[in-house]
Nanobody, 115 residues
Framework: QVQLVESGGGLVQAGGSLRLSCAAS????????MGWYRQAPGKQRELVAT???????NYADSVKGRFTISRDNAKNTMYLQMNNLKPGDTAVYYC?????????WGQGTQVTVSS
């Protein structure tokens, strides 16, 4: 098992930046795929970005060029740098990973972007 804890959310004005962190309870060295999802009120949870151990990156079209996903295996932590935030980015952001076909989720962190 692995526990995931997100941090770094908050309230920011449009055009601002936030950096989310996802700390794992143990080594993520052998976890290939990690990612970020988000869920806005009244909407389904949607993919934001994923990263593999080989640094394969995938982004939703809506965040390309603004968000950057990264991971530091030595610190057991994944990050999401979010720049040029828009009100449409307002959501609860969840980190996730897949290990041995089991999907793990964090509890989420709220990001609110004011216009």
């Amino acid at each position: 098992q692995v526990q995931l804890v997100e941090s770094g959310g908050g309230l920011v004005q449009a055009g601002g930046s936030l950096r989310l962190s996802c700390a794992a309870s143990r080594s993520i060295f052998r976890i290939n795929v990690m990612g970020w999802y988000r869920q806005a009120p009244g909407k389904q949870r949607e993919l934001v970005a994923t990263i593999t151990n080989g640094n394969g990156l995938n982004y939703a079209d809506s965040v390309k060029g603004r968000f950057t996903i990264s991971r530091d295996n030595a610190k057991n932590t994944m990050y999401l740098q979010m720049n040029n935030l828009k009100p449409g980015d307002t959501a609860v952001y969840y980190c996730t990973c897949v290990e041995y076909a089991v999907v793990y989720w964090g509890q989420g962190t709220q990001v609110t972007v004011s216009s």
